[in-house]
T-cell receptor
Framework: GQNIDQPTEMTATEGAIVQINCTYQ??????LFWYQQHAGEAPTFLSY??LDGLEEKGRFSSFLSRSKGYSYLLLKELQMKDSASYLC??????????WGAGTKLIIKP | NAGVTQTPKFRVLKTGQSMTLLCAQD?????MYWYRQDPGMGLRLIHY???????AKGEVPDGYNVSRLKKQNFLLGLESAAPSQTSVYFC????????????FGDGTRLSIL
């Protein structure tokens, strides 16, 4: 079967750094996406990784290891507005996205 | 600056009723998708379209039908609503390559009583 695992919920402090992990087992791999979804809103694109390594984009970075079936999203200098769910999605062999259930990130002052 | 627009935003139906959810995009995107999002689960693909006049089944197509008569519009129909179809429905579009990010509408919150 195909499976994507993320922690259900994480808590972090404003100004700190948090790492959200995603592990996957899929039939085929054509890239991994991270999306942000604020409560009651639409998911919005954060990053796409298809090669191993770290992609940095401002305060957000995303890492991929294809051999380990593992990715993480790193958020630095956390702000209250970063409180949201973070969705990991893998582009499988049929070029359809397989979505994780999301990680709800709570930021405390 | 509209992007992807979904109508309606909220709807309550009785079991057995039918309805159509409308999705419109103004970005000239080729691909369009319908997902449902349920608590504790990832987004699940219902149907998708890779161009005007084409549709294909996703992971959970039963109980739903779709049509893409115009490039900018993608309609999702429920012929006979069931309580199991209570969910938040998201429409998304992308330019035309699978590795390009999808742009989502704000969702339709549908309750079936």
């Amino acid at each position: 079967g195909q499976n994507i695992d993320q922690p259900t919920e994480m808590t972090a402090t404003e100004g700190a750094i948090v790492q959200i992990n995603c592990t996957y087992q899929t039939s085929g791999f054509n890239g991994l996406f991270w999306y942000q979804q604020h409560a009651g809103e639409a998911p919005t694109f954060l990053s796409y990784n298809v090669l191993d390594g770290l992609e940095e984009k401002g305060r957000f970075s995303s890492f991929l290891s294809r051999s380990k079936g593992y990715s993480y999203l790193l958020l630095k200098e956390l702000q209250m507005k970063d409180s949201a769910s973070y969705l990991c999605a893998v582009l499988g062999s049929n070029y359809q996205l397989i979505w994780g259930a999301g990680t709800k990130l709570i930021i405390k002052p | 600056n509209a992007g992807v627009t979904q109508t309606p935003k909220f709807r309550v139906l009785k079991t057995g009723q039918s309805m159509t959810l409308l999705c419109a995009q103004d970005m000239n995107h080729e691909y369009m998708y319908w997902y449902r999002q349920d608590p504790g689960m990832g987004l699940r693909l219902i149907h998708y379209s890779v161009g005007e006049g084409t549709t294909a089944k996703g992971e959970v197509p039963d109980g739903y039908n779709v049509s893409r008569l115009k490039k900018q519009n993608f309609l999702l129909g429920l012929e006979s609503a069931a309580p199991s179809q209570t969910s938040v429905y998201f429409c998304a579009s992308s330019p035309g390559q699978e590795y390009q990010p999808q742009h989502f509408g704000d969702g339709t919150r549908l309750s079936i009583l």
